[in-house]
């Protein structure tokens, strides 16, 4: 079974800190995806990552891509409550390339 | 506005009740797919349709059903649901197969009683 993590589960911060989470899997990705996702609605696309060892920046979010493209990071700076949300990574193994599977994600809230 | 809608959003109904999930995407993407959200559980990927051909059913029971009429519209027929499939139920849709930049709908909150 091809399986993403994400780490930590749940996050709860103050304005204005910052902080990382984590996606990783034992599979090689020919790509991973960060998606965040509000109460009551479907995900949204943040970036896709493609090459190894690759960073994109969105505005305070930093992604970057594992070198042996099985991990990947969110990072972002100056936490905003307009931050709150799931996030999600997903991703097509390069052996089912059809089938993007999601880690279970990280429920970020944010705390004026 | 993502350019994927579902209908309804919110939808009730009992374990012998027939009912269907209705999805259209305004994207003119080829490839559409549902997934089901459950608590505590990761998005489970249940069926992939590419230009209306169903190119995955992930094990899914066949009280689900879903159809394709063409590679804007997607629906998922459901009959005899247990209570253990209510979760949120999410359309997707993609420029080809392969799935790099998913656009969801806002999904189906369903309820089985």
């Known amino acids: 079974t091809q399986l993403l993590e994400q780490s930590p589960q749940f996050l709860s911060i103050q304005e204005g800190e910052n902080l990382t989470v984590y996606c990783n899997s034992s599979?090689?990705?020919?790509?991973l995806q960060w998606y965040r996702q509000e109460p009551g609605e479907g995900p949204v696309l943040l970036v896709t990552v493609v090459t190894g060892g690759e960073v994109k920046k969105l505005k305070r979010l930093t992604f970057q891509f594992g070198d042996a493209r099985k991990d990947s990071s969110l990072h972002i700076t100056a936490a905003q409550t307009g931050d709150t949300g799931l996030y999600l990574c997903a991703g097509a193994p390069k052996t089912s390339y059809d089938k993007v599977i999601f880690g279970p994600g990280t429920s970020l809230s944010v705390i004026p | 506005e993502t350019g994927v809608t579902q209908t309804p959003r919110h939808l009730v109904m009992g374990m012998t009740n027939k009912k269907s999930l209705k999805c259209e995407q305004h994207?003119?993407?080829?490839?559409m797919y549902w997934y089901k959200q459950s608590a505590k559980k990761p998005l489970e990927l249940m069926f992939v349709?590419?230009?209306?051909?169903?190119?995955e059913n992930n094990s899914v029971p066949s009280r689900f059903s879903p159809e394709c009429p063409n590679s804007s519209h997607l629906f998922l027929h459901l009959h005899t649901l247990q209570p253990e499939d209510s979760a949120l139920y999410l359309c997707?849709?993609?420029?080809?197969?392969?799935?790099?930049?998913?656009?969801f709908g806002s999904g189906t909150q369903l309820s089985v009683l």
């Open positions: 994207l003119g993407h080829n490839a």
């Open positions: 997707a849709s993609s420029p080809r197969t392969g799935g790099e930049k998913l656009f």
């Open positions: 349709y590419n230009f209306k051909e169903q190119t």
């Open positions: 599979s090689v990705f020919s790509s």
